[in-house]
């Protein structure tokens, strides 16, 4: 491997990597190579990356010729990109959601997702590991745990960091340099938590600005993908090529007139000076001394940019009970739905078959449970009361949750710590998240799950639906005037080089 080539991929940019393609001095075959090189020699200790595409090397081969014959197809052409294992791509990959139950399943067809991907000229480079069911089987299986890809683990430091959220492995895999950038898919944080715990930027996008068609699901009113990547101007540029009208999502139709092919003009380092940014503390209460620290200065840091910061506010429903039950009513209609269209060799087709053949297999299957699967499977709850229970969670969340209180302080958004607790909200009523890192928490400590708050730490910038533009430009402007990432200690990264506090 060639080691100046090897030290500059750890953190370059996709810009960067366009414009050495342009020039001549790099080919996405090259690009892909040392990827893949990477993930042949440090995946073993992360556990990031769950499946290469065979076919990566040939791709990038047919996009290099086009490149000389034709010129680019834009900031994505060559680019190696990881995708979420729960999202379908309609070639030798195949697509299992972390369980061993589809380890054997092939799409018939691409997702909305990938198609976007592959038609902007990105290289579909594997499949990361993930919480097996996006979390959604057992109430006690760990973060980043399949039975399909075993755990995975942090690189900043394997073993000591907690990974968070059900897109651990797409988290994992960007920060430790196995991809320029990779997708995500949410229910309520599983892509801010991994990215605010790998020290990257995620883009949670508002439900119906990305198709779900292809991804196997949770909930009809909260799934959506998004990007995890290492820049803000990386995350921008994956958001742009996933955008889109598609027939097979009726979301999407809300998205008419509010989507952008390219969200880099929305990169404004000044977008602070005119900021008013708000600060829900009931969301602060639980954070320890250094993780407080880290919210406290980055407050301070964007009224040094000249934001308004008004703190405190009160969001009127921060006690709100969660919708497990409509969630629990969405997740079996939709995974039912996902099963009975795989192919007749996958051995279910249906939640009931899905928990029998748990039950049979337990120890390769279901070593944490299935309460999730079994409640959700459970469930007797009719349209009509589905909808009246859907209706009543999200009435008091639009007339006195995140909209009502950026208009009752004329705020451009909210400012969240980078952890679960302040995403729900947001979560219940599809509305987008922005995290950003912010700074490291050396000594951590244990959190009421027993989990060590040790490692990365990330702002969360809340807003309402289709707000993508200024939550990126708050984002942009934050990172700009911070630059808090570090790649993690080697051999992912250059640490001692690089670190900035």
Excluded at 389 to 404: L, Q, T, V, W
Aim: aromatic share 8%; proline share 5%; net charge negative.
């Amino acid at each position: 491997m060639n080691i100046k080539l090897e030290e500059w991929i750890i953190e370059a940019d996709i810009t960067s990597m366009q414009l050495a393609m342009e020039e001549g001095l790099l080919t996405s075959e090259e690009l892909v190579s040392i990827y893949l090189e990477r993930i042949e020699i440090y995946n073993p200790e992360i556990n990031a990356v769950l499946e290469i595409n065979p076919d990566a090397l040939q791709i990038a081969k047919q996009l290099d010729q086009e490149r000389r014959e034709r010129g680019s197809r834009g900031l994505l052409h060559g680019i190696p990109i990881l995708v979420k294992d729960n999202v379908d791509t309609g070639d030798r990959m195949h697509t299992s959601a972390g369980s061993v139950v589809l380890a054997d399943s092939f799409a018939a067809r691409d997702s909305f997702v990938a198609a976007k991907l592959r038609e902007s000229g990105a290289v579909l480079l594997g499949k990361t590991n993930m919480t097996e069911w996006s979390n959604f089987m057992s109430s006690t299986m760990p973060a980043g745990y399949s039975s399909r890809g075993g755990e995975v683990r942090s690189p900043y430091e394997p073993g000591e960091i907690f990974v968070s959220g059900s897109s651990s492995g797409s988290g994992a895999a960007v920060a430790a340099g196995f991809a320029a950038a990779a997708i995500g898919t949410e229910t309520a944080g599983s892509i801010i938590g991994p990215a605010c715990q790998s020290f990257l930027v995620g883009i949670k996008p508002t439900v119906g600005l990305v198709s779900r068609a292809g991804i196997i699901p949770i909930s009809v009113s909260q799934d959506t993908a998004g990007p995890l990547a290492r820049s803000v101007r990386d995350a921008a540029i994956l958001l742009g090529a996933l955008t889109g009208m598609d027939e097979r999502d009726a979301a999407t139709n809300a998205s008419h007139g509010q989507t952008h092919e390219d969200y880099t003009p929305f990169l404004d380092a000044s977008s602070l000076q005119q900021a008013r940014i708000g600060v829900p503390r009931h969301y602060y209460k639980h954070l320890d001394k250094e993780r407080l620290a880290i919210m406290e200065a980055a407050i301070e840091s964007m009224k040094q940019q000249g934001a308004a910061i008004i703190d405190p506010i009160d969001i009127y429903v921060e006690e709100q009970a969660w919708n497990n039950d409509v969630i629990c009513y969405e997740f079996k209609q939709g995974l039912n739905r996902y099963l009975s269209q795989t192919a007749d060799s996958v051995p279910v087709h249906s939640l009931h078959e899905l928990i029998a053949y748990h039950e049979a297999h337990t120890e390769i299957a279901a070593r944490h449970g299935q309460d999730t699967l079994i409640r959700s499977q459970a469930s007797t709850m009719t349209e009509e009361e589905y909808r009246q229970k859907k209706a009543e969670y999200s009435k008091a969340a639009m007339e006195r949750g995140i909209d009502y209180v950026l208009e009752q302080h004329q705020l451009d958004a909210l400012l969240l710590p980078g952890d679960i607790d302040g995403m729900y909200i947001a979560a219940r009523l599809g509305y987008p998240l922005v995290c950003v890192p912010a700074g490291y928490s050396e000594q951590g400590s244990i959190d009421s799950d027993g989990d060590s708050t040790k490692g990365p730490f990330a702002v969360v910038f809340s807003g309402k639906a289709f707000s993508e533009p200024v939550l990126i430009k708050l984002a942009y402007a934050f990172e700009q005037a911070t630059k808090h990432r570090f790649p993690p200690p080697n051999p992912f990264g250059l640490r001692s080089i690089i670190r900035k506090w």
